[in-house]
């Protein structure tokens, strides 16, 4: 690949981030549901569609579903499975909606309680650290078929992106250095990870 071929690669996989990073404002994932309701309500669909695939797709690099489920991001789990759907993406919206199944109706919103909840599917006692939750491996034959369709997400998140973008008048843009600043991680209040960021 040449200089100007990988130069264009990089463009495109920031593409749709560069769409949607004004929308995290807006989608708070630290609230209750109506909160979370009211912001996407304010955003296109095609925009929530993308900010709450890029979470799942930021947690599960970094720690699997279970990452994801814990953590503050996991109250987007059944807007993710609508979003990967409408993406064309039905492998990865089957295996999510298969791990959030595993909590039973209703889904529950509320980070304290999806961890508790799983917690105690994992069955830990209460000296059991954190990590025994990882190493029993809960979602496994999802995050399997998640991991089949490997880089095809993001390929779609940006096609997704593009699609709607041409039809709006969203005129993405790169930041300094070939894509735009994004430090922290989902609970810190840091801003949104990027794809491959990893936790320390």
Known sequence: MN????????????FY???????????????????????????????????????????FANGGLMQFFINSTGILAPEAVAALRRMDLPQAAEALDRAVEFFGSPYPRGK????????????LRLDDTEIMMWRVRLFKDMEDRLDSVGTRKIYRMNEYAKKHADQTAVQPGLAPNGGPDRPGDSDTGD??????????
């Open 17 to 59: 981030f560069t769409c949607i990073e004004g929308a995290f404002e807006d989608l708070d994932i630290y609230g209750d549901e109506e909160r979370l309701s009211e912001g996407l309500r304010e955003v296109p669909e095609w925009v929530g569609d993308l900010v709450c695939v890029h979470w799942l797709v930021s947690e």
């Open 3 to 14: 200089t100007t071929d990988s130069q264009e690669m990089e463009w495109f996989e920031e």
């Open 112 to 123: 304290q309680e999806r961890y508790q909840f799983l917690r105690q599917k994992a069955g």
């Open 191 to 200: 801003g949104p990870p990027s794809v491959s960021q990893s936790e320390a």
